[in-house]
């Protein structure tokens, strides 16, 4: 499952400085900053120490946000635009999210009628 908080941390840090984010620099994309964000160190070298091991920053982020391959390459595609992985962060979040009628909160009409 998706790291949904994570996901949506990573995409508003991105869309509140996006002075800082570069998506076709390794240490400074969306995966960098995801990496970063979970308490990791990105290393110039491009490789982060997970926990007893290096990995490179790419597939920690896509640990750290337990994505899929295919989510992980598209989300971390270099020619993604700040639109491009708004959307994608959407649609990866997407069948995580509760239906519309609990976001309201169903019972709310109830309890309003109660008082």
Known sequence: MADV???????AFVQANP???RQDSWLHCFAAIAVELAGYDVLPSLWVRLDDRS???WDAAAEVLDLTGPQARALFAPGNTLAELTTLVGEIVRP???PR???RGR???HLRLVR
Do not use: D, F, I, N
């Not at 908080?5 to 995409?11: K, N, P, V």
């Open 5 to 11: 908080h994570g996901l949506r941390a990573t995409l």
């Open 19 to 21: 002075q800082l984010w």
């Open 55 to 57: 990995v490179q920053v």
């Open 96 to 98: 995580y999210q509760a």
């Open 101 to 103: 009628h609990a976001r």
């Open 107 to 109: 019972h709310a009409r």
